[in-house]
């Protein structure tokens, strides 16, 4: 029996014989006079990509909210509640040994409030997403933890489709605070008159900052301020970026907060 040797095996692509290709392991190999030498690589199988998952650290003195939570994010494949926390101290020992991508927050908790939490996780080399969380909803306490680098505030009273809702926004990097409150931030800058103007604290913006900036101030994602100005998404992430430099602070939220008092104390 004549054996064929394994570099003359015509190769097969799709079903079909390619006349002149010749296969040899992962690579094809052209056999016609003009070719001879010319290798090309086979493509690598792709592999189906995973949905990432976030991981969440509800924290909360209130047990019914600690059993309760949970229940909610079960409903949502890319988010999982990875432990729970009655309280600020027990929070950071948790981390110590199991990371979390965004922690949930009450604000009033005994020996460490959010407040102290949210200062406490500002240091770690690479902090989660805080969101702040409430039963006592005023514009104090919302303007102070935003303006401390909460990522959003959300009142406890919402319903579990809305808090989902908010979490995946601050994943994205918008704005996490419930309707009541996105109502309440516009409304100091739109419906009690013209938009912040920063340039009163000496921060100078291009008229391309200042329109991303009154969306931020809105609520917008990235994506959602590059449909509305007709930029591109990395073009806002820029300029968002640029911002927050200028402005010394380290969130989206923060930014707005601040932008908002410079707004206000114009008047």
């Known amino acids: 029996m004549k054996h064929e040797h394994a570099h003359s095996r015509p190769a097969v692509r799709d079903g079909y014989h390619l006349p002149g290709i010749c296969s040899r392991g992962d690579r094809t190999r052209s056999c016609h006079p003009e070719h001879r030498g010319l290798v090309q690589l086979r493509p690598e199988p792709t592999t189906p990509l995973v949905p990432m998952t976030y991981r969440i650290l509800i924290v909360d003195d209130d047990p019914t909210i600690l059993r309760n939570l949970p229940v909610f994010f079960s409903m949502a494949e890319d988010l999982t509640v990875v432990g729970t926390a009655a309280g600020g101290r027990d929070a950071l020992a948790f981390m110590e040994h199991t990371p979390c991508d965004v922690i949930l ?28 969380m409430t039963g006592f909803d005023t514009d104090q306490a919302m303007l102070g933890v935003l303006a401390a680098g909460s990522a959003g505030y959300l009142a406890k009273s919402d319903p579990p489709e809305s808090v989902i809702w908010s979490v995946r926004e601050a994943i994205k990097g918008g704005t996490a605070l419930s309707s009541s409150c996105t109502s309440r931030l516009v409304d100091a800058t739109i419906r009690r008159g013209e938009p912040p103007q920063p340039r009163a604290l000496g921060v100078e913006l291009s008229s391309g900052e200042r329109e991303t ?55």
């Not at 009450?106 to 406490?120: F, K, N, Q, T, Y």
């Open 105 to 132: 927050s009450d604000l009033s908790m005994p020996g460490m409030s959010g407040i102290e939490l949210l200062s406490a996780v500002r240091e770690l080399d690479n902090p989660p997403i805080f969101i702040a």
């Open 213 to 267: 900036l009154d969306l931020v101030c809105q609520g917008l994602t990235n994506a959602q301020i590059a449909r509305q100005l007709h930029y591109s998404e990395a073009a806002v992430k820029k300029q968002v970026s640029a911002m927050l430099r200028k402005f010394q602070v380290g969130s989206r939220v923060a930014l707005a907060v601040k932008a908002l008092g410079m707004g206000q104390n114009r008047n």
